[in-house]
Protein backbone atom coordinates (compact mmCIF):
# COMPACT_ATOMS: atom_id res chain seq x y z
CA UNK A 1 0.00 0.00 0.00
CA UNK A 2 3.19 2.59 0.75
CA UNK A 3 3.92 2.09 -3.05
CA UNK A 4 0.51 2.77 -4.53
CA UNK A 5 -0.32 6.10 -2.20
CA UNK A 6 1.24 9.71 -2.40
CA UNK A 7 1.39 11.50 0.89
CA UNK A 8 -2.03 13.21 0.41
CA UNK A 9 -4.03 10.18 -0.52
CA UNK A 10 -2.38 8.09 2.60
CA UNK A 11 -3.52 11.40 4.53
CA UNK A 12 -7.11 11.36 2.84
CA UNK A 13 -7.03 7.27 3.22
CA UNK A 14 -6.39 7.72 7.12
CA UNK A 15 -8.60 10.04 7.66
CA UNK A 16 -11.17 8.03 6.21
CA UNK A 17 -10.15 5.21 8.40
CA UNK A 18 -10.39 7.14 11.67
CA UNK A 19 -13.88 8.46 10.66
CA UNK A 20 -14.70 4.76 10.15
CA UNK A 21 -13.43 3.70 13.78
CA UNK A 22 -15.05 6.26 15.41
CA UNK A 23 -18.09 6.88 14.03
CA UNK A 24 -19.39 3.78 11.89
CA UNK A 25 -18.24 0.69 14.17
CA UNK A 26 -19.54 1.13 17.14
CA UNK A 27 -23.14 2.14 15.67
CA UNK A 28 -22.86 -0.53 12.44
CA UNK A 29 -24.97 -2.90 14.12
CA UNK A 30 -27.44 -0.68 15.58
CA UNK A 31 -28.53 0.15 12.20
CA UNK A 32 -28.32 -2.99 10.94
CA UNK A 33 -30.96 -4.13 13.24
CA UNK A 34 -33.22 -1.08 13.18
CA UNK A 35 -32.70 -0.60 9.57
CA UNK A 36 -32.82 3.09 10.13
CA UNK A 37 -31.23 5.22 7.46
CA UNK A 38 -27.63 6.50 9.18
CA UNK A 39 -28.89 10.27 9.07
CA UNK A 40 -26.21 11.24 12.42
CA UNK A 41 -23.24 9.40 10.70
CA UNK A 42 -24.05 10.68 7.34
CA UNK A 43 -23.98 14.34 8.54
CA UNK A 44 -20.58 13.77 10.02
CA UNK A 45 -19.48 12.78 7.07
CA UNK A 46 -20.90 15.65 5.43
CA UNK A 47 -18.82 18.13 7.53
CA UNK A 48 -15.34 16.09 6.25
CA UNK A 49 -16.53 16.31 2.85
CA UNK A 50 -16.46 12.62 2.59
CA UNK A 51 -20.13 12.52 1.17
CA UNK A 52 -18.80 14.19 -2.02
CA UNK A 53 -15.19 13.93 -2.14
CA UNK A 54 -14.83 13.03 -5.98
CA UNK A 55 -17.10 16.18 -7.01
CA UNK A 56 -15.46 18.97 -8.40
CA UNK A 57 -14.78 21.92 -6.13
CA UNK A 58 -17.17 24.44 -8.25
CA UNK A 59 -19.68 22.52 -7.14
CA UNK A 60 -18.84 22.32 -3.54
CA UNK A 61 -17.06 18.84 -3.75
CA UNK A 62 -13.37 17.64 -2.57
CA UNK A 63 -12.01 17.64 -6.11
CA UNK A 64 -10.70 14.60 -5.95
CA UNK A 65 -10.07 13.87 -9.31
CA UNK A 66 -7.89 10.17 -9.27
CA UNK A 67 -10.19 7.31 -8.42
CA UNK A 68 -6.97 5.49 -7.21
CA UNK A 69 -7.46 8.05 -3.90
CA UNK A 70 -10.93 7.31 -3.95
CA UNK A 71 -10.59 3.42 -3.96
CA UNK A 72 -8.18 4.28 -0.66
CA UNK A 73 -11.17 6.18 0.85
CA UNK A 74 -13.24 3.51 -0.16
CA UNK A 75 -11.64 1.02 1.46
CA UNK A 76 -11.69 2.22 4.79
CA UNK A 77 -15.01 2.93 4.74
CA UNK A 78 -16.51 -0.48 3.85
CA UNK A 79 -13.97 -1.74 6.64
CA UNK A 80 -16.05 0.73 8.88
CA UNK A 81 -19.72 -0.70 7.75
CA UNK A 82 -20.75 -1.48 3.42
CA UNK A 83 -24.20 -0.38 4.26
CA UNK A 84 -23.37 2.55 6.18
CA UNK A 85 -20.65 3.47 3.20
CA UNK A 86 -23.34 3.49 0.50
CA UNK A 87 -25.27 5.69 2.06
CA UNK A 88 -22.68 8.09 2.53
CA UNK A 89 -21.89 7.73 -0.85
CA UNK A 90 -25.26 8.00 -2.50
CA UNK A 91 -24.63 11.49 -3.72
CA UNK A 92 -22.16 10.65 -5.69
CA UNK A 93 -23.54 8.02 -7.00
CA UNK A 94 -26.41 9.67 -8.17
CA UNK A 95 -23.94 12.56 -9.88
CA UNK A 96 -21.69 10.47 -12.06
CA UNK A 97 -24.23 10.78 -15.10
CA UNK A 98 -24.64 14.66 -14.20
CA UNK A 99 -21.05 14.99 -13.92
CA UNK A 100 -20.35 12.92 -17.39
CA UNK A 101 -23.35 14.14 -19.55
CA UNK A 102 -25.39 17.39 -17.78
CA UNK A 103 -24.81 20.62 -19.25
CA UNK A 104 -23.46 23.41 -16.68
CA UNK A 105 -26.42 24.94 -16.03
CA UNK A 106 -27.87 21.30 -14.60
CA UNK A 107 -24.80 20.62 -12.83
CA UNK A 108 -25.56 24.04 -10.94
CA UNK A 109 -28.74 22.94 -10.32
CA UNK A 110 -28.61 19.67 -8.51
CA UNK A 111 -24.76 19.32 -7.90
CA UNK A 112 -24.62 22.07 -4.60
CA UNK A 113 -27.18 20.19 -2.64
CA UNK A 114 -25.22 16.96 -2.41
CA UNK A 115 -22.56 18.55 -1.31
CA UNK A 116 -23.90 20.52 1.41
CA UNK A 117 -21.32 20.15 4.73
CA UNK A 118 -24.55 20.88 6.97
CA UNK A 119 -27.83 18.81 5.24
CA UNK A 120 -26.55 16.89 2.21
CA UNK A 121 -29.16 15.88 -0.32
CA UNK A 122 -29.55 11.90 -0.78
CA UNK A 123 -29.39 11.26 -4.48
CA UNK A 124 -30.75 7.67 -6.20
CA UNK A 125 -29.88 5.96 -9.77
CA UNK A 126 -32.58 3.72 -11.29
CA UNK A 127 -31.78 1.56 -14.14
CA UNK A 128 -33.05 -1.93 -12.82
CA UNK A 129 -36.20 -2.91 -13.57
CA UNK A 130 -38.59 -6.17 -12.71
CA UNK A 131 -37.44 -8.02 -15.90
CA UNK A 132 -34.70 -5.62 -16.77
CA UNK A 133 -31.52 -6.20 -14.33
CA UNK A 134 -27.92 -7.84 -15.59
CA UNK A 135 -29.88 -7.00 -19.30
CA UNK A 136 -29.91 -3.27 -18.59
CA UNK A 137 -30.66 -2.35 -22.54
CA UNK A 138 -33.83 -4.61 -22.07
CA UNK A 139 -35.44 -1.99 -19.93
CA UNK A 140 -38.99 -0.62 -21.11
CA UNK A 141 -39.41 2.47 -18.92
CA UNK A 142 -40.59 4.59 -21.51
CA UNK A 143 -40.04 8.69 -22.27
CA UNK A 144 -42.24 9.41 -24.83
CA UNK A 145 -41.57 13.31 -26.20
CA UNK A 146 -44.55 15.67 -25.60
CA UNK A 147 -45.52 19.03 -26.13
CA UNK A 148 -42.49 20.67 -23.64
CA UNK A 149 -40.90 17.70 -22.17
CA UNK A 150 -41.87 14.23 -22.56
CA UNK A 151 -43.93 11.33 -20.26
CA UNK A 152 -42.73 8.39 -18.24
CA UNK A 153 -44.37 5.34 -17.75
CA UNK A 154 -43.21 2.20 -16.19
CA UNK A 155 -41.06 0.79 -12.95
CA UNK A 156 -37.81 0.34 -11.33
CA UNK A 157 -36.82 -1.73 -8.65
CA UNK A 158 -34.08 -2.47 -6.07
CA UNK A 159 -33.05 1.30 -6.24
CA UNK A 160 -30.59 2.31 -3.23
CA UNK A 161 -31.14 4.89 -1.41
CA UNK A 162 -34.88 5.34 -2.89
CA UNK A 163 -36.82 5.86 0.15
CA UNK A 164 -34.57 8.76 1.71
CA UNK A 165 -33.07 10.36 -1.59
CA UNK A 166 -34.90 13.86 -2.62
CA UNK A 167 -33.66 13.40 -6.50
CA UNK A 168 -32.94 10.60 -8.67
CA UNK A 169 -31.53 9.65 -12.70
CA UNK A 170 -34.15 8.05 -14.30
CA UNK A 171 -33.31 5.72 -17.59
CA UNK A 172 -35.62 5.21 -20.27
CA UNK A 173 -36.02 4.04 -23.10
CA UNK A 174 -37.04 7.16 -25.66
CA UNK A 175 -36.95 4.65 -29.41
CA UNK A 176 -39.11 1.58 -28.38
CA UNK A 177 -37.33 -2.00 -29.22
CA UNK A 178 -33.49 -0.04 -29.99
CA UNK A 179 -32.26 -1.48 -26.83
CA UNK A 180 -29.26 0.68 -25.78
CA UNK A 181 -29.50 2.92 -29.06
CA UNK A 182 -32.44 4.74 -27.16
CA UNK A 183 -31.63 5.03 -23.64
CA UNK A 184 -31.75 8.29 -22.48
CA UNK A 185 -31.09 10.02 -18.77
CA UNK A 186 -33.40 12.61 -17.13
CA UNK A 187 -33.56 13.70 -13.75
CA UNK A 188 -37.14 13.77 -10.87
CA UNK A 189 -37.17 15.12 -8.14
CA UNK A 190 -39.51 14.00 -4.87
CA UNK A 191 -42.77 15.02 -4.93
CA UNK A 192 -42.97 15.30 -9.10
CA UNK A 193 -46.39 14.62 -10.18
CA UNK A 194 -46.94 10.74 -11.52
CA UNK A 195 -43.90 9.61 -9.41
CA UNK A 196 -44.61 7.43 -6.49
CA UNK A 197 -42.03 5.76 -4.61
CA UNK A 198 -42.88 2.27 -3.80
CA UNK A 199 -42.38 -0.17 -1.01
CA UNK A 200 -39.19 -0.24 0.80
CA UNK A 201 -37.46 -3.27 0.19
CA UNK A 202 -37.15 -5.91 2.68
CA UNK A 203 -33.22 -7.01 2.39
CA UNK A 204 -31.24 -10.07 3.62
CA UNK A 205 -28.19 -7.33 4.42
CA UNK A 206 -26.73 -3.90 4.23
CA UNK A 207 -30.73 -2.94 5.69
CA UNK A 208 -29.57 0.34 6.95
CA UNK A 209 -29.35 1.04 2.96
CA UNK A 210 -32.36 1.05 1.85
CA UNK A 211 -33.86 -0.01 -1.96
CA UNK A 212 -37.23 0.71 -2.99
CA UNK A 213 -39.23 0.20 -5.75
CA UNK A 214 -40.16 3.61 -7.75
CA UNK A 215 -43.22 3.85 -9.92
CA UNK A 216 -44.27 6.58 -13.10
CA UNK A 217 -47.42 7.13 -14.24
CA UNK A 218 -47.92 9.54 -16.97
CA UNK A 219 -45.08 11.15 -15.34
CA UNK A 220 -44.04 14.93 -17.44
CA UNK A 221 -40.32 15.46 -17.46
CA UNK A 222 -39.65 19.02 -18.66
CA UNK A 223 -37.09 19.01 -21.93
CA UNK A 224 -34.34 20.60 -18.95
CA UNK A 225 -34.36 17.92 -17.09
CA UNK A 226 -32.84 15.66 -19.82
CA UNK A 227 -29.06 14.86 -18.97
CA UNK A 228 -27.24 14.76 -22.31
CA UNK A 229 -28.83 13.88 -25.85
CA UNK A 230 -31.70 11.36 -26.70
CA UNK A 231 -29.80 7.79 -26.75
CA UNK A 232 -26.70 9.01 -25.23
CA UNK A 233 -27.85 6.92 -21.47
CA UNK A 234 -26.77 3.98 -21.68
CA UNK A 235 -23.29 4.66 -23.03
CA UNK A 236 -22.58 7.47 -20.22
CA UNK A 237 -24.37 4.76 -17.67
CA UNK A 238 -21.56 1.98 -18.93
CA UNK A 239 -18.73 3.94 -18.22
CA UNK A 240 -19.88 5.17 -15.10
CA UNK A 241 -20.64 2.14 -14.16
CA UNK A 242 -16.48 1.04 -14.71
CA UNK A 243 -16.10 3.53 -12.15
CA UNK A 244 -18.44 2.64 -9.52
CA UNK A 245 -17.03 -1.51 -10.77
CA UNK A 246 -13.47 -0.55 -9.57
CA UNK A 247 -15.22 1.24 -5.67
CA UNK A 248 -16.98 -2.07 -5.46
CA UNK A 249 -13.70 -4.15 -5.54
CA UNK A 250 -12.54 -1.90 -2.55
CA UNK A 251 -15.64 -1.96 -1.26
CA UNK A 252 -15.53 -5.56 -1.10
CA UNK A 253 -11.99 -5.69 -0.18
CA UNK A 254 -12.83 -3.69 3.20
CA UNK A 255 -15.49 -5.41 4.00
CA UNK A 256 -13.31 -8.48 3.38
CA UNK A 257 -10.19 -7.17 5.21
CA UNK A 258 -12.64 -6.38 8.68
CA UNK A 259 -13.91 -10.27 8.56
CA UNK A 260 -10.21 -11.52 8.48
CA UNK A 261 -8.98 -9.59 10.93
CA UNK A 262 -11.86 -10.18 13.22
CA UNK A 263 -10.96 -14.19 12.40
CA UNK A 264 -7.02 -13.62 13.42
CA UNK A 265 -7.77 -12.25 16.63
CA UNK A 266 -10.30 -14.39 17.53
CA UNK A 267 -7.48 -17.52 16.51
CA UNK A 268 -4.74 -16.12 18.43
CA UNK A 269 -7.23 -16.29 21.41
CA UNK A 270 -9.19 -18.95 21.04
CA UNK A 271 -7.95 -22.26 22.58
CA UNK A 272 -9.09 -25.72 21.51
CA UNK A 273 -7.42 -29.43 22.57
CA UNK A 274 -5.03 -27.91 24.20
CA UNK A 275 -3.39 -25.03 21.80
CA UNK A 276 -4.69 -21.99 20.56
CA UNK A 277 -6.96 -22.73 16.99
CA UNK A 278 -4.49 -20.85 14.56
CA UNK A 279 -1.78 -23.21 15.70
CA UNK A 280 -3.93 -25.77 13.64
CA UNK A 281 -3.59 -25.85 9.53
CA UNK A 282 -6.96 -26.20 8.89
CA UNK A 283 -7.59 -22.98 10.20
CA UNK A 284 -4.40 -20.76 9.50
CA UNK A 285 -4.35 -22.13 5.75
CA UNK A 286 -8.00 -20.93 5.51
CA UNK A 287 -6.90 -17.29 6.57
CA UNK A 288 -3.92 -16.88 4.53
CA UNK A 289 -5.66 -18.21 1.63
CA UNK A 290 -8.31 -15.13 2.82
CA UNK A 291 -5.58 -12.68 2.64
CA UNK A 292 -3.91 -13.72 -0.30
CA UNK A 293 -7.47 -13.10 -2.22
CA UNK A 294 -7.89 -9.73 -0.54
CA UNK A 295 -4.57 -8.63 -1.79
CA UNK A 296 -4.73 -9.96 -5.05
CA UNK A 297 -8.19 -8.23 -5.12
CA UNK A 298 -6.54 -5.04 -3.72
CA UNK A 299 -3.51 -4.83 -6.49
CA UNK A 300 -6.48 -5.46 -9.31
CA UNK A 301 -8.37 -2.56 -8.03
CA UNK A 302 -5.59 -0.23 -7.67
CA UNK A 303 -4.48 -1.66 -11.33
CA UNK A 304 -7.86 -0.24 -12.95
CA UNK A 305 -7.89 2.75 -11.02
CA UNK A 306 -4.32 3.82 -12.32
CA UNK A 307 -5.83 2.78 -15.80
CA UNK A 308 -8.28 4.77 -15.07
CA UNK A 309 -6.53 7.82 -13.73
CA UNK A 310 -4.46 7.53 -16.99
CA UNK A 311 -7.23 7.90 -19.25
CA UNK A 312 -6.51 4.48 -20.57
CA UNK A 313 -9.52 1.78 -21.62
CA UNK A 314 -10.30 -0.04 -18.04
CA UNK A 315 -13.79 -1.64 -18.25
CA UNK A 316 -12.41 -5.76 -18.19
CA UNK A 317 -10.31 -3.88 -15.24
CA UNK A 318 -13.24 -3.16 -13.65
CA UNK A 319 -14.78 -6.23 -14.21
CA UNK A 320 -12.11 -8.17 -12.99
CA UNK A 321 -11.73 -5.89 -9.97
CA UNK A 322 -15.51 -5.71 -8.94
CA UNK A 323 -15.22 -9.84 -9.73
CA UNK A 324 -12.46 -10.52 -7.38
CA UNK A 325 -13.12 -8.05 -4.72
CA UNK A 326 -16.45 -9.25 -4.30
CA UNK A 327 -15.37 -12.77 -4.19
CA UNK A 328 -12.74 -12.56 -1.99
CA UNK A 329 -15.01 -10.80 0.56
CA UNK A 330 -17.07 -13.78 0.89
CA UNK A 331 -14.29 -16.29 0.63
CA UNK A 332 -12.69 -13.93 3.75
CA UNK A 333 -15.87 -13.51 5.80
CA UNK A 334 -16.62 -17.27 4.99
CA UNK A 335 -12.99 -18.25 6.25
CA UNK A 336 -14.02 -15.99 9.75
CA UNK A 337 -17.29 -18.10 9.82
CA UNK A 338 -15.30 -21.35 9.72
CA UNK A 339 -12.99 -20.05 12.37
CA UNK A 340 -15.83 -19.00 15.10
CA UNK A 341 -17.75 -21.85 14.29
CA UNK A 342 -20.79 -21.82 15.68
CA UNK A 343 -20.34 -18.09 17.17
CA UNK A 344 -20.50 -16.43 13.74
CA UNK A 345 -23.94 -17.43 13.76
CA UNK A 346 -24.71 -15.43 16.86
CA UNK A 347 -25.74 -11.76 15.87
CA UNK A 348 -24.16 -11.06 18.95
CA UNK A 349 -20.58 -11.02 16.83
CA UNK A 350 -20.03 -9.45 13.42
CA UNK A 351 -18.96 -11.80 11.46
CA UNK A 352 -22.65 -12.60 10.31
CA UNK A 353 -23.23 -9.07 9.34
CA UNK A 354 -20.31 -8.98 7.21
CA UNK A 355 -21.35 -12.38 5.42
CA UNK A 356 -24.52 -11.25 4.87
CA UNK A 357 -23.00 -7.70 2.98
CA UNK A 358 -20.34 -9.93 1.05
CA UNK A 359 -23.35 -11.19 -0.98
CA UNK A 360 -24.32 -8.21 -1.89
CA UNK A 361 -21.45 -7.21 -3.51
CA UNK A 362 -21.75 -10.43 -5.71
CA UNK A 363 -25.41 -9.33 -7.07
CA UNK A 364 -25.31 -5.80 -7.24
CA UNK A 365 -23.66 -3.49 -10.39
CA UNK A 366 -23.41 -6.63 -12.38
CA UNK A 367 -23.40 -10.03 -10.82
CA UNK A 368 -20.08 -11.88 -10.77
CA UNK A 369 -21.42 -13.78 -13.66
CA UNK A 370 -22.19 -10.54 -15.70
CA UNK A 371 -18.31 -9.83 -14.96
CA UNK A 372 -17.19 -12.88 -15.99
CA UNK A 373 -18.91 -12.39 -19.42
CA UNK A 374 -17.46 -8.89 -20.02
CA UNK A 375 -13.77 -10.54 -19.11
CA UNK A 376 -14.59 -13.60 -21.67
CA UNK A 377 -15.81 -11.53 -24.28
CA UNK A 378 -12.55 -9.31 -24.24
CA UNK A 379 -10.78 -12.57 -25.14
CA UNK A 380 -12.43 -13.35 -28.11
CA UNK A 381 -13.11 -9.73 -29.63
Known sequence: MELMLDDTQRELQALAHEFAEREMRPVAAQYEESE???????????????????????????????????????????????????????????????????????KQRWLPPLCSPTDPVVGALATTEPNAGSDAAAMTTSAVRVEGGYLLNGSKTW???????????????????????????????????????GRKIPKMGARCYPAAELFFEDCLVADDRRIGDEGTGFHGLMRWFDVTRVALGANGVGIGRAALEYAVEYAREREAFGKRIHEFQA?????????????????????????????????VEAAQAKLAGSEAAWFACWAASMTLGGWSYSREYPVERWLRAAKLEELYEGTSDIQRLIIARSLFA
Open 159 to 197: ISCAPTADVYAIFAQTRPGSRSKGITAFVLERGDPGFTI
Open 283 to 315: VSFRLADAKMKLDQARLMTYHAARLADAGRAFS
Open 36 to 106: EFPWPVVHKAAELGLTCHDLPVAYGGGGVDSLVTGVAITEELAWGCSAIAGCIGGGSFFAGPIVALGTEEQ
